[in-house]
Structures are given as C-alpha cells and as structure tokens.
C-alpha cells in the first residue's frame, strides 16, 4: 500500500513540476524563483519525480520477485534518507524533510518486513 502511495505522491509532484511553472509556490522549501534556469530545473525535478512514482509501481507489481521489490524499496530508502538530511541541514521549511523522512521509514520498513521473512524462510527450510 506504501508503494502506491508513494507513486501517488511522486506522480502528483512529476505532473506539476513537469507542466505548471509556478509549482515550486506550492511546494515548501522551493520559494518563489523565476526565470529559465528555475523552469529547467522545475522540469529536471519533476522527471526525477516521475522516475521515483515508476519505480515504486514496478516495485508494487514486483513483490513475488524479492530481488526485484528488495533492490527497489532499499535504493528509494536511501534516496529518501539522503533527501532528508539535505532537506534538513539546507532548507529552512522542515515539511519536505519531514515528508522525505517518513517515506524513508516506510520504504524501509517495507524492505525490513520483505527480508525479516526470507529470513525465517531460510531458518524453517
């Protein structure tokens, strides 16, 4: 369920960074930039933000493949992780390093629970 989320959440945010210039007003932290290099890198971040809502759909339509769902889930932890800390150390608004936190935990969690149970997989086999 996370994972769909998670796609929502990177969809919304892809769709508006990708064709609505004025988004970064309603993201915090983003402020109110104009002018063509902040359109560029709007843009930039929302293919970004699109390649993240695939990769939690595939990883959503993945989950009998654990190499697949444990590789995906792991990789959008870390970027989530790393997003936090940036957020937080870089950015004045704490709600995008808040919002990074907790997918970072939940990514995690979902990668935790997937492994806890090939773990005790391999201890009953």
């Known amino acids: 369920m996370i994972l769909l989320l998670h796609t929502l959440i990177e969809g919304v945010i892809a769709l ?5 210039p004025q988004a970064g007003d309603l993201v915090p932290g983003f402020g109110t930039s104009e002018g063509a ?7 930039m971040y929302g293919w970004a933000a699109a390649l993240l ?6 990883a959503y339509y993945s989950r009998a493949n654990r190499p697949i769902f444990l590789t995906i889930t792991g990789l959008l932890s870390v970027f989530h992780i790393g997003m936090a800390i940036i957020q937080g150390l870089h950015n004045p608004d704490a ?15 979902q990668y935790v ?12 086999g």
């Not at 508006?16 to 609505?20: N, V």
């Not at 290099?37 to 843009?43: I, P, Y």
């Not at 629970?113 to 009953?124: H, I, Y």
């Open 95 to 109: 709600r995008a390093m808040l919002l990074h936190f907790l997918l970072a935990i939940f990514m995690g969690g």
């Open 37 to 43: 290099s902040f359109e560029l890198l709007m843009r």
């Open 16 to 20: 508006l960074f990708m064709f609505y």
């Open 53 to 58: 809502a695939a990769l939690s759909l595939i």
């Open 113 to 124: 629970n997937v492994r806890r149970q090939a773990w005790s997989e391999k201890s009953v």
